[in-house]
């Protein structure tokens, strides 16, 4: 109960700072972009780790069609890599939690990978609800801002989790044969 308590706090929490952000910065703007993204990565990254389920739905499962990974790298999942290493977030995330060389660590990062993609998920979502709601408000090029970094802040990460995925997956059973 405690914990359901804690994550409709979280929820109220963030619709509270969501408001204020809608009413105190402009929503047709990059500002308003890129401060709710932000807010939302806060908000989202403490509900997800006060939520701490299994996260054991099919959904996370690797289609067929993506296994490889070819679509991935079709849409450019390896241009948005190395802008990760260039901007020295791929630095920063190892020094943070430096992966280990056993099953344990590898199991670990499959679940991070999962809980990441659930954060990005949500808040997809939400910013495509804000988006489209400034696309009528505003005009379509006056949410050209939300799009752009939904697309680069929310999208492209579940793209590289679910192209992530499947090679912790290979590696776990290759570490589990050992």
Request: aromatic share 14%; net charge positive.
């Given at each position: ?93 190892k020094k943070a939690a ?81």
């Amino acid at each position: 109960m405690n914990k359901t308590f804690t994550l409709i706090l979280i929820v109220i929490f963030t619709i509270g700072l969501t408001s204020a952000l809608v009413h105190y910065v402009k929503m047709d703007g990059f500002a308003f972009a890129w401060a709710l993204n932000f807010l939302l990565m806060l908000c989202v990254l403490t509900f997800t780790e006060t939520l701490k389920g299994r996260l054991a739905s099919s959904y996370y499962n690797a289609k067929g069609w993506e296994r490889r990974g070819k679509i991935y790298e079709h849409v450019g999942i390896n241009f948005f890599r190395k802008l990760l290493v260039l901007i020295g977030w791929e630095k920063l995330n190892k020094k943070a939690a430096p992966i280990e060389k056993n099953t344990t660590a590898l199991v670990n990062l499959h679940y991070q990978t999962k809980k990441a993609e659930l954060g990005h998920v949500i808040i997809l979502v939400i910013v495509l609800g804000f988006n489209v709601f400034v696309a009528f408000k505003f005009g379509v090029l006056k949410s050209l801002w939300l799009l752009a970094l939904n697309v680069l802040l929310n999208l492209y990460p579940i793209f590289l989790q679910r192209y992530n995925r499947p090679r912790i997956e290979r590696a776990i059973n290759l570490s589990k044969r050992r």
